[in-house]
């Protein structure tokens, strides 16, 4: 991967600023976990490790941490590249990880769980089978955690069904305390691919509770190419119905950044929200062009009900 930090950053720059990329490097569908006043993101694999870690004290400094998940449980393949989008929550004394892996014996993306005492790893899966392979749909994918307002804690994610020519809907389970295991049977959320900016799919779920009224973060279309976006629909409860936002997508290609997604939402350390997500150089959209999917970070807010991303944002901005 190389190292962590920014590229192409000018040498005279005020202290109180940054510009993006934080991550320069390819390190895509990130989430973050904030400890206290540091903070651990994590990514899809890389040429070298099963997943990839980084910590900071700011979100803009990143230092590369070792795989946060050394090794991987006996139904995944001995084949690297199949481990994508962590996330990492901390519960009672401990962490937890939510993680996609493939099932060897169908071929499919899955997903599962492992656990630790430090969120930088090492974690450690020690299950017989995946938590959530939904066979008949393609697959599972994305996996995010959402406490609701009651404490009532979901896993979140999204069926494969773009693999084999099914739709993708967006699904939940209610958690176990421990958040090792489910309860209940899943349930669609009723948010599916069904807008022509989304193509064929919708993927990286992620659900926020603000004033009252739920947000659906998505990502949708190829992600390999410069119509991958962020849209969000809004909802009473997390069972729906949900209502797209009529100015979906909300983050999309503005040069340099190329096909923003994977996002992940993340409070910074004056408290103000912030949105994590890759994306390629705009020269270069996709691995065989020689591209990476870089970290991103860009501002948050909720104004009038509507979700507001400030980016992408490639010119200097203050530090969170």
Same mark, same amino acid.
């Given at each position: 991967?190389?190292?962590?930090?920014?590229?192409?950053?000018?040498?005279?720059?005020?202290?109180?600023?940054?510009?993006?990329?934080?991550?320069?490097?390819?390190f895509p569908d990130p989430s973050i976990l904030k400890v206290g006043s540091?903070? =651990?993101?994590?990514?899809? $694999?890389?040429?070298?490790?099963?997943?990839?870690?980084?910590?900071?004290?700011?979100?803009?400094?990143?230092t590369r941490l070792s795989d946060p998940l050394p090794h991987l449980p006996?139904?995944?393949?001995?084949?690297?590249?199949? $481990?994508?989008?962590?996330?990492?929550?901390?519960?009672?004394?401990?962490?937890?990880?939510?993680? $996609?892996?493939?099932?060897?014996?169908?071929?499919?993306?899955?997903?599962?769980?492992?656990?630790?005492?430090?969120?930088?790893?090492?974690?450690?899966?020690?299950?017989?089978?995946?938590?959530?392979?939904?066979?008949?749909?393609?697959?599972?994918?994305?996996?995010?955690?959402?406490?609701?307002?009651?404490?009532?804690?979901?896993?979140?994610?999204?069926?494969?069904?773009?693999?084999?020519?099914?739709?993708?809907?967006?699904?939940?389970?209610?958690?176990?305390?421990?958040?090792?295991?489910?309860?209940?049977?899943?349930?669609?959320?009723?948010?599916?691919?069904?807008?022509?900016?989304?193509?064929?799919?919708?993927?990286?779920?992620?659900?926020?509770?603000?004033?009252?009224?739920?947000?659906?973060? =998505?990502?949708?279309?190829?992600?390999?190419?410069?119509?991958?976006?962020?849209?969000?629909?809004?909802?009473?409860?997390?069972f729906g119905p949900w209502m797209k936002a009529p100015e979906n997508p909300?983050?999309?290609?503005?040069?340099?950044?190329?096909?923003?997604?994977?996002?992940?939402?993340?409070?910074?350390?004056?408290?103000?929200?912030?949105?994590?997500?890759?994306?390629?150089?705009?020269?270069?959209?996709? =691995?065989?062009?020689?591209?990476?999917?870089?970290?991103?970070?860009?501002?948050?807010?909720?104004?009038?009900?509507?979700?507001?991303?400030?980016?992408?944002?490639?010119?200097?901005?203050?530090?969170?």
């Amino acid at each position: 991967m190389g190292s962590c930090g920014q590229e192409g950053t000018p040498s005279i720059q005020r202290a109180t600023e940054f510009r993006n990329p934080v991550i320069a490097s390819d390190f895509p569908d990130p989430s973050i976990l904030k400890v206290g006043s540091t903070y =651990y993101a994590y990514a899809t $694999t890389d040429a070298n490790d099963n997943l990839q870690a980084a910590r900071s004290t700011d979100l803009v400094h990143w230092t590369r941490l070792s795989d946060p998940l050394p090794h991987l449980p006996n139904w995944h393949p001995s084949t690297k590249g199949y $481990t994508w989008a962590p996330e990492v929550v901390q519960i009672g004394a401990g962490f937890v990880m939510y993680y $996609t892996a493939r099932l060897a014996e169908i071929g499919r993306q899955c997903i599962s769980v492992a656990s630790g005492s430090d969120p930088a790893g090492p974690f450690a899966d020690r299950r017989s089978q995946p938590l959530v392979c939904q066979r008949d749909l393609g697959g599972s994918i994305d996996p995010s955690r959402f406490v609701d307002a009651d404490g009532t804690a979901f896993l979140i994610w999204k069926n494969d069904g773009n693999c084999c020519g099914l739709p993708t809907e967006i699904w939940a389970q209610r958690l176990s305390d421990d958040g090792l295991s489910l309860k209940g049977e899943a349930k669609s959320l009723g948010v599916r691919n069904d807008r022509t900016w989304e193509g064929n799919l919708i993927e990286a779920p992620v659900v926020v509770l603000h004033d009252h009224t739920y947000y659906l973060f =998505y990502s949708a279309n190829n992600y390999a190419g410069p119509d991958y976006a962020v849209g969000y629909a809004t909802a009473k409860s997390l069972f729906g119905p949900w209502m797209k936002a009529p100015e979906n997508p909300i983050l999309r290609t503005r040069a340099p950044a190329a096909g923003p997604g994977g996002q992940a939402i993340v409070e910074g350390p004056q408290g103000d929200l912030w949105m994590a997500y890759h994306a390629w150089d705009a020269g270069r959209i996709g =691995y065989d062009s020689g591209g990476k999917r870089a970290m991103w970070i860009d501002r948050l807010t909720f104004e009038a009900g509507r979700a507001v991303v400030h980016g992408p944002t490639a010119s200097p901005q203050a530090l969170p």
